[in-house]
Nanobody
Framework: QVQLVESGGGLVQAGGSLRLSCAASGRALGRHGMAWFRQAPGKEREFVAAITWSGGRTVYADSVKGRFTISRDNAKNTAYLQMNSLKPEDSAVYYC???????????????????WGQGTQVTVSS
């Protein structure tokens, strides 16, 4: 089993920044990829960013490219999502996910991810 705990969400004004963290634990982790997805009210959950185990490959949704940065600290089994220049349309519940398959490329599809966190709310006011 794998447990994921997200933190760092909150309320911020448009143009501001937040940094989300996702701490992973559990024996099943292995060389895992990590990703962030988000779900706004009334909308389907969508991909935001993903990173491979080594951190050498990342991928972003077009809507966040140039504003968000995903990173990880494997010594802490923690992934981060630095969000800058936030917009009201970034408001959503943000979920962390883990892919235990150890893929060489970061996945953008929900079904690739085995474990999910409970989510953290991000609200951007205009």
């Amino acid at each position: 089993q794998v447990q994921l705990v997200e933190s760092g969400g909150g309320l911020v004004q448009a143009g501001g920044s937040l940094r989300l963290s996702c701490a992973a634990s559990g024996r099943a982790l292995g060389r895992h990829g990590m990703a962030w997805f988000r779900q706004a009210p009334g909308k389907e959950r969508e991909f935001v960013a993903a990173i491979t185990w080594s951190g050498g490959r990342t991928v972003y949704a077009d809507s966040v490219k140039g504003r968000f940065t995903i990173s990880r600290d494997n010594a802490k089994n923690t992934a981060y999502l630095q969000m800058n220049s936030l917009k009201p349309e970034d408001s959503a519940v943000y979920y962390c996910a883990v892919d235990t398959a150890g893929r060489v490329s970061p996945g953008t599809i929900e079904s690739l991810y085995d474990y999910w966190g409970q989510g953290t709310q991000v609200t951007v006011s205009s």
